[in-house]
């Protein structure tokens, strides 16, 4: 077996360094909602786990505790949605030849 030709190698790693930037440019775009509470909490969060909005109802202000967990809830659920959609956002950009979570673990977004 032949050693791998170090031109061909160099080109591989540029493809992957351009397809990591779609990919970035990819997870920016991605809005995830999560909600809790029949929806008494409403989340959205971005493709790169950011909290973007957080609606919470007027009416269930007044029970601290049940609003922490809801809070929590529906981040959870948006933050697993956002998970999803960018593991699969990662390959069609990748057109499968990367595997989509270690590229989001390289990003820092995996868990």
Same mark, same amino acid.
Not at 89 to 99: A, C, P, R, S, W
């Given at each position: 077996?032949?050693?791998?030709?170090?031109?061909?190698?160099?080109?591989?790693?540029?493809?992957?360094?351009?397809?990591?930037?779609?990919?970035?440019?990819?997870?920016?775009?991605?809005? $995830?909602?999560?909600? !809790?509470?029949?929806?008494?909490? %409403? =989340?959205?969060?971005?493709?790169?786990?950011?909290?973007?909005? &957080?609606?919470?109802?007027?009416?269930?202000?007044?029970?601290?505790?049940?609003?922490?967990?809801?809070?929590?809830?529906?981040?959870?659920?948006?933050?697993?949605? $956002?998970?999803?959609? !960018?593991?699969?956002?990662?390959? %069609? =950009?990748?057109?499968?030849?990367?595997?989509?979570?270690?590229? &989001?673990?390289?990003?820092?977004?995996?868990?």
């Amino acid at each position: 077996m032949g050693m791998p030709n170090l031109g061909d190698m160099m080109k591989q790693i540029q493809q992957a360094g351009e397809k990591m930037q779609d990919v970035q440019k990819q997870l920016e775009k991605i809005i $995830a909602y999560g909600e !809790a509470g029949g929806g008494m909490v %409403k =989340v959205s969060v971005s493709g790169k786990q950011k909290l973007l909005t &957080l609606q919470i109802d007027p009416d269930i202000m007044d029970d601290a505790e049940m609003v922490q967990d809801l809070v929590v809830a529906a981040v959870n659920s948006a933050l697993d949605e $956002a998970g999803r959609l !960018a593991q699969e956002e990662i390959g %069609k =950009v990748t057109g499968g030849m990367m595997n989509p979570a270690d590229i &989001l673990k390289n990003l820092n977004l995996g868990k």
